[in-house]
C-alpha cells in the first residue's frame, strides 16, 4: 500500500478556492484556485500549470513552497489550474483545458480585481509544455502575453522510445510515438513557432537528463528566428524539477517575476 499524501500546508494567500471553470461532458468539473493581492487592482494574473508528466500532479503541487507568497507581494494574482490527465483524457484535450481557465479568468477579470490585459502562465515539466502551447495558439479570450517554462518539453515528436506505448507522451497521445506523428507535432511548442508569439522566459537545469537543456536552447534558437523574444536563464548544475541547483528555487521565482515586470509594464506593490 503507498505511502499516505502529507497533509497541505495552509495556503495563506487563497482568495478563490475550487473555482469550477469548465465541466466537459463525461469527466469531473475543472476548477482553479485563485490568489489575489490586497488592493483594488486591476492585477495582472500568472496561471501556475504544476507537472508530473501528465499522468500525475495537482494544481496545489509547486516547486517554490513560497511561490504565492513570493508572487502576490510583487503584486501578481496567481491562477492554481487543473487539467485532465492523460489516463483521464488523451492530447489535446489538456489544451482545452488551460484554454477554458484562461477564458473564465477573463470573463470575471471585473469581478476578481485581474487585469484582462496582463495574462502569462507559468509551467513546469509537462505543464510548460501545456503552457507553451496555450502561448503560442492562444488568440482573442484565451491569449496570453508572457509565458514561463521551467524545465519543459519543446518537442514530443523526437523524443526517444518511439515504439513504446507506455511512455508517458505516448499515453498523452493515445498511442506510440511513431504512430501519432502528426499530433505529436501539433502538441510540441517547437513546431508551432510564429512571429507574432508572446515574450518567453526558459528557466532549465543544465543537467537535466529528462528534458535536455539543448531542447530549451533550441526552442530559443527557434522563437528568436521569428523575431520573437525569447530568453534562456540556464540553472547550474540542476537536474529535472531543479535538483541540485546551486540556487534556491526562489531565487528563480523572484526572476521570472522580474521578467514579467518588464514584459508587462508592472510597477511591484
Request: glycine share 12%; with cysteine.
Amino acid at each position: 500500500m503507498p505511502d499516505p499524501q502529507p497533509v497541505p500546508e495552509p495556503r495563506k494567500t487563497l482568495t478563490h478556492a475550487g473555482c469550477v471553470v469548465s465541466t466537459p461532458f463525461g469527466y469531473r468539473p475543472l476548477q482553479l484556485d485563485l490568489h489575489v493581492p490586497p488592493g483594488d487592482g486591476p492585477f495582472p494574473v500568472v496561471l501556475w500549470i504544476h507537472g508530473g508528466g501528465w499522468v500525475g500532479g495537482s494544481r496545489v503541487w509547486t516547486v517554490d513552497q513560497r511561490f504565492h507568497e513570493r508572487m502576490v507581494a510583487r503584486g501578481y494574482a496567481v491562477a492554481d489550474v487543473d487539467y485532465r490527465l492523460a489516463l483521464e483524457a488523451t492530447y489535446p484535450a489538456q489544451q482545452a483545458d488551460i484554454d477554458a481557465a484562461i477564458r473564465w479568468l477573463r470573463h470575471h477579470a471585473a469581478a476578481l480585481r485581474l487585469d484582462p490585459g496582463r495574462f502569462a502562465a507559468l509551467g513546469e515539466s509537462a505543464g510548460g509544455q501545456l503552457a507553451a502551447i496555450a502561448g503560442l495558439t492562444g488568440t482573442g479570450d484565451t491569449a496570453l502575453q508572457a509565458v514561463i517554462l521551467w524545465y519543459g518539453a519543446g518537442d514530443l515528436s523526437s523524443l526517444r522510445n518511439q515504439d513504446d506505448p507506455f511512455t508517458n507522451p505516448a499515453l498523452l497521445l493515445g498511442g506510440p510515438l511513431a504512430e501519432r506523428a502528426a499530433l505529436a507535432r501539433l502538441a510540441s511548442p517547437l513546431h508551432n513557432v510564429h512571429p507574432d508569439a508572446p515574450p518567453f522566459l526558459l528557466v532549465h537545469g543544465t543537467e537535466d537528463e529528462i528534458v535536455p537543456f539543448a531542447d530549451a536552447v533550441g526552442f530559443a534558437a527557434a522563437m528568436q528566428a521569428q523575431g520573437v523574444r525569447c530568453e534562456v536563464l540556464p540553472v547550474e548544475g540542476a537536474g529535472h524539477v531543479f535538483t541540485g541547483a546551486s540556487v534556491e528555487v526562489g531565487t528563480l521565482t523572484e526572476t521570472g517575476a522580474d521578467f514579467l515586470d518588464d514584459v508587462l509594464g508592472h510597477a511591484a506593490i
